[in-house]
């Protein structure tokens, strides 16, 4: 069974910080792109930040560079997005995914297995 499994949302003040993690399973994570969306009320899912398989290369998305790091521990089949700085505007639901190739993915179409959302909300 492919899985992945968000935590590390909740509730904070702007200029907190909060880590989220992204448990998968073996099959999913094994030389598999990564990449960490969020999705606003009425809004687009979009791209928050992607990593490859080896974890050398990442991209971010522009609302967030320079304030959310992506991270992985392939031995503990684990990612994680660090988040600086939050703004009221980061409020959303986050989701983890996964792609069947080690690059990494900037389209949501890239990937083929997600989880199923961890909530963050930033209040002013």
């Known amino acids: 069974q492919v899985q992945l499994v968000e935590s590390g949302g909740g509730s904070v003040q702007a200029g907190d910080s909060l880590r989220l993690s992204c448990a998968a399973s073996?099959?999913?994570?094994?030389?598999?792109?990564m990449g960490w969306f969020r999705q606003a009320p009425g809004k687009e899912r979009e791209l928050v930040a992607t990593i490859t398989w080896g974890g050398g290369s990442t991209y971010y998305g522009n609302s967030v560079k320079d304030r959310f790091i992506i991270s992985r521990d392939n031995a503990e089949n684990t990612v994680y997005l660090q988040m600086s700085s939050l703004k009221p505007e980061d409020t959303a639901t986050y989701y983890c995914?996964?792609?069947?190739?080690?690059?990494?993915?900037?389209?949501?179409?890239?990937?083929?297995?997600w989880g199923q959302g961890t909530q963050v909300t930033v209040s002013s």
């Open positions: 073996g099959r999913t994570f094994r030389g598999s792109g």
């Open positions: 995914a996964a792609r069947s190739g080690p690059n990494y993915g900037i389209r949501k179409d890239d990937y083929d297995y």
